[in-house]
């Protein structure tokens, strides 16, 4: 069976600091991989999608970047944070762009 | 206007009680996703659907493709029930879920 792991599970930050967060799943191979945030009070958003190594597709221009270093690891990242990066982020998976999306626990982000 | 809007945002229901929440969207869809988000975040996918009905226990997913609408029912509920429902729905062209804000369930004892 496939598992999705995500960490840390909760991070604060203050402003101006690098992110990195990793998110991993096991027991497939070559899954779509997604970024997603929640803000406070607000639906998730998409950020980030890949189909495969190297391969990242960006829905929203921000102050984040994602990476695809293997098959099965998906890390988003920033530079310098911002206060308004602030919220909960999920990592989820699929089988391919038709199939369900599996979600991961999700980190959440407190920017201070 | 959001391209998918939820209703209702917040719903109080006793235990046993059978309850319906709505989402109904503005664009072309492939898919509708149901979601439960529990209170520590995580997030369970309920249904993906795209047409008709189905069912998982209790719960039952609908959908009207011409009417762009779905409905997310559960009977008999339960405390444990309590959550918040997201719907999604997934554009016709690309890999891009589009979500509903979200219905805070909660179901007293």
């Known amino acids: 069976s496939q598992t999705i792991h995500q960490w840390p599970a909760t991070l604060v930050q203050p402003v101006g600091s690098p992110l990195s967060l990793e998110c991993t799943v096991e027991?497939?191979?070559?899954?779509?991989l997604y970024w997603y945030r929640q803000a406070a009070g607000r639906g998730l958003q998409l950020l980030f999608y890949?189909?495969?190594?190297?391969?990242i597709s960006s829905e929203v221009p921000q102050n984040l970047s994602a990476s695809r270093p293997q098959d099965r690891q998906f890390i988003l990242s920033s530079k310098k944070l911002l206060l308004s990066d602030s919220g909960f982020y999920l990592c989820?998976?699929?089988?391919?762009?038709?199939?369900?999306?599996?979600f991961g626990p999700g980190t959440r982000l407190t920017v201070l | 206007k959001n391209e998918v809007e939820q209703s209702p945002q917040n719903l109080t229901a006793q235990e046993g009680e059978f309850i319906t929440i709505n989402c109904s969207y503005s664009?072309?869809?492939?898919?509708l996703h149901w979601l439960q988000q529990h209170p520590g975040g995580g997030i369970v996918s309920l249904f993906m659907?795209?047409?008709g009905k189905k069912k998982h226990g209790r719960l039952i997913a609908t959908i009207n493709i011409q009417e762009k609408h779905s409905s997310l029912h559960i009977t008999a509920s339960h405390p444990r029930d309590s959550a918040v429902y997201i719907c999604?729905?997934?554009?016709?062209?690309?890999?891009?879920?589009?979500f509903g804000a979200g219905t805070i369930l909660r179901v007293k004892s």
């Open positions: 999604a729905v997934k554009v016709t062209y690309g890999n891009k879920l589009v």
């Open positions: 027991g497939t191979s070559n899954p779509n």
């Open positions: 664009v072309g869809i492939s898919a």
């Open positions: 989820a998976w699929s089988f391919d762009s038709y199939n369900e999306q599996f």
């Open positions: 659907l795209s047409s």
């Open positions: 890949s189909v495969g190594i190297g391969q």
